[in-house]
């Protein structure tokens, strides 16, 4: 199915720009608190995020580096990666779409509650029912999560994830099949937004690229593609196996479905 997408203008053509590893930028960055890292390679807590970066992906040394920090035999998702190195098998990949804001009108939504920890096995509950993407108990750490309630009950979500210096990354959008049609989604990924321009930053996102409906969605509202990724789950060298992804299923959707 074909995707009448259009492309953000890059600042320039030749320069790299941040988002090309948003992950690296975001843990060495504001989430540098977060960081657990030996070198040239760092990772979140495996119980905040699964995700893995590397400072330069085409460094021998990084890969060396990223083997160190998780462990031999270890499976782990690594980002902004175009070539696994010898040694290292990758058992799985996929394609997303980056999209960044450039015409989406962002305002709060009254209706919303600001979520925390005591409300962890809720969110848990309804990402496992719409599987948006990857949420651990720690994932309220990254950022601010709204939600929306219907008598009491928790229905719709959306939050912050990667926070690169000037950019927040909108993740975990979902909505309760039961009240989905209602536009709620919507007003979350506005409300999350505004929040995070009210602190300079500008809104990102990411989607699976085979989520057209949830591309257009995105593009409606005023979200632009900047540039298609790619996402590989790697076993590293050596050692007995071992996984530091929670499960078969949450590897499949390292990327955002909403």
Known sequence: ????????????????????????????????????????????????????????????RAWDDLAALVGPGTVTPVTAVQTVPGGW????????????????????APEAVRLGPTDVPEILGLIALTRPGPFLPRTVELGTYLGIRDRGRLIALAGERLRPPGWTEISAVCTHPDHRGRGLATRLVRAVAAGIRERGDTPFLHASASNTDAIRLYESIGFTLRRRSRFVLVRTPGGQPETHVRDEHEAGRLEEKK
């Open 1 to 60: 199915m074909s995707l009448s997408v259009h492309h953000a203008p890059s600042p320039s053509p030749t320069e790299p720009h941040i988002l090309d590893n948003a992950a690296w930028a975001a843990l060495t960055g504001p989430h540098a608190h977060l960081a657990e890292r030996v070198g040239r390679a760092a990772r979140y807590p495996t119980d905040v995020s699964p995700f893995t970066a590397l400072e330069d992906p085409a460094d021998p």
């Open 89 to 108: 098998e990758t058992e799985q990949s996929g394609e997303g779409v980056q999209m960044v804001d450039t015409a989406l009108y962002a305002e709060p």
